[in-house]
Each structure stands twice: as C-alpha cells, then as structure tokens.
C-alpha cells in the first residue's frame, strides 16, 4: 500500500547521509518518490543520489546543517528546483547523548535542541507553504524517549517532546488545510546514532553501549513511517518498546519511570545505578 502512495510524491529527508535518514531514501526512491536529501556529509548525499538514480530513481540533494536556516531553505529551494513542489516533508536529522544530567555541561543540552528541535523548526518553516499546497505530510522523527523521560538522555528526551509539541501545534494551526502531521516513534534501532551520541563533556561517546544486532533496522523503520505516511496516522509507534510505554503510561506512569531506570541502568558504563 506504502508504494502506491509514495509513488510521485516529494519527499524530502533530513538526516538522509545515515541510518534511517538513508534507509528512507533509498526504500521511498525504490516505491517511486522522487527524494531530495539533506545532512552535513556531502559526499555521502552524493553518493547516496548517484546510487538511487543508477537504479533508476528519482533524487538531489543539498549539504544542509539543520542548525542553519539558511540551509533549511537550501534544502528546500533544492526540492522545488528539481521537482517543483513538496509532498512529505520528514524532519529526521537528529542526534543523541548520554550522561546524567549533574554532570552535564550545558552546552550539549544547547546542541540537542539545536539539531532535533531547532532543526524541525526551521525545515517545517519553509516546507510548510508547499505542504500546505499539497496538502501533504509533515513528519517529526521522534522517538520513545519523546513519549517518556529516559534517564541519561534529559537533552535528547527534552528536544523530542519540544519537536511533538511543537509538530502537535502545526496540526491543530492547520486542521482546516488539509495538511496530515505525524509523530514517528522508533525504540533502538541499530545506526550510527550512539557512536555518535555525545558525553557529559560534549565529546562524541564513540561506542555504543547496546547490542546493535538486536534492534530494529532502519530499513524496518522506514517501511513502518511509509506506512504511516499512507494511513496519515498522528502517531507512528512501532515495536513493543514503544507501544507499551504509549500504553501503560497513561494509567501507570510510575511504572514506566521504574521500567527507564532499570533497564537503562543495566547498560554497561551507565551514568546511574
Ligand atoms: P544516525 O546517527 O545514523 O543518523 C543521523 C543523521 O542525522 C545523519 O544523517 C546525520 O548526518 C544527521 N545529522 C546530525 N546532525 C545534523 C545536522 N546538524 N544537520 C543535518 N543533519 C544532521 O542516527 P539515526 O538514523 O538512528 O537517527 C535518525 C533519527 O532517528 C534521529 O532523529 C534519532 O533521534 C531518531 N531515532 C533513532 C533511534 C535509534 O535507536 N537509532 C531511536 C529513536 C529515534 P550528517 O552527520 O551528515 O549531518
């Protein structure tokens, strides 16, 4: 069904040089949509359109910063050049942390907010006048930790539920539009978002302290936002992981702060016991 429905469409893709950015990119390009992508690393963009289109696909790209307007705008002045118009706009750029929260150095939480939040800003600032034309879908990559605080995660936790704020704002301001907004939740998904995720200090981890084998793919992920985009869900939940957290916390948010708490503290090295 998703490849009937993104076939044609704009779909634009923050965070597209890794992990579920790129998964979608190359599984949306094989369902028909013509993909513009953006992310820091310009030579993987590249290669990454130059693969899609020797298949047979759709695609650009612009180098884009996600803390930088002006390259959101790139970024979107890029799609309409190519395909003159925007269908899905999805604001996955993201990075994560890990340290408690007394030991942090407030610059990393000034990050988190940068790329996550600031990021989804700026790109739904100018995709929205071609959404709205479209009367297409605007989706926010969140995540669990956007549904419930994970411990050693405050900055990353906070820039997910200010992106769902946000994002649930656009759809209320634009109930009359016709245009669809979604939240997408992923649990762990195997990517380079814990190596890449920051300290206490703002230094990159460099490691990951979960077992990447026994999560979810990115290719997975991006099959069930496909499917969500189609069914123009309002929340995108996924694996148990988030289901249940979605679930229980309503009745039993206690629960779920005592679930966080043990089964992160169980990661090796982690910052609380
Ligand atoms: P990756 O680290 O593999 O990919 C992150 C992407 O974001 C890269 O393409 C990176 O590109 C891009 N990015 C980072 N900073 C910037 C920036 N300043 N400007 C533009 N692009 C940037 O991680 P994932 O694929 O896992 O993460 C994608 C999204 O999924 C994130 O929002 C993450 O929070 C979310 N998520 C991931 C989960 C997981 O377990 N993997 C679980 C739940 C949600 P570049 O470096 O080239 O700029």
Redesign the pocket.
């Known amino acids: 069904m998703s490849k009937n429905k993104l076939n044609g469409k704009v779909v634009v893709i ?10 979608m990119a190359r599984e949306y390009a094989a369902m028909g949509a013509k993909v513009v992508l ?5 030579d ?2 590249e290669a990454l359109c130059n693969e899609i289109k020797s298949n047979g696909g759709q695609a650009a790209w612009a180098a ?5 307007q002006e ?1 959101c705008k790139r970024l979107i002045d890029t799609a309409i050049e190519a395909f003159g118009g925007i269908d899905v706009m999805i ?6 942390m890990r340290a408690l929260f007394d030991d942090l150095d407030l610059s990393v939480l000034h990050r988190l907010m ?3 939040f600031w ?1 989804t800003v700026y790109c739904t600032k100018y995709a929205l006048p071609y959404l709205q034309q479209s009367k297409g879908s605007l989706v926010g ?6 549904i419930h605080g994970l411990p050693g995660r405050t900055g ?1 936790s906070a820039s ?1 539920f200010a992106m769902t704020g946000f994002l649930e704002t656009i759809r209320v301001e634009n109930l009359k539009k016709g245009l669809h907004v979604m939240v ?13 995720a920051l300290t206490a200090d703002g230094s990159q981890q460099g490691s990951t302290p979960r077992e990447e084998g026994k ?2 793919t ?1 290719t997975e ?1 991006a099959h069930i936002v496909a499917r969500g985009i189609a069914k123009r869900k309002r929340l995108c939940l996924m694996e148990i992981e988030g289901r249940a957290t979605h679930f229980v916390k309503k009745f039993a948010p206690g629960l779920v702060d005592k679930l966080f708490y043990y089964v992160m503290s169980k990661e090796p090295d982690s910052p609380f016991k």
Do not use: H, W
């Open positions: 923050t965070g597209a040089s890794s992990g579920i950015g790129e998964a953006g992310a820091r690393q310009a993987k963009l884009t910063d996600v803390t930088k390259d604001c996955n750029a993201g990075i994560s940068d790329v996550n990021g990559i969140s995540s669990v930790a956007g990353y997910k997408a939740c992923p649990g762990f998904t195997a990517s380079n978002v814990r190596f890449s999560m979810m990115a992920v």
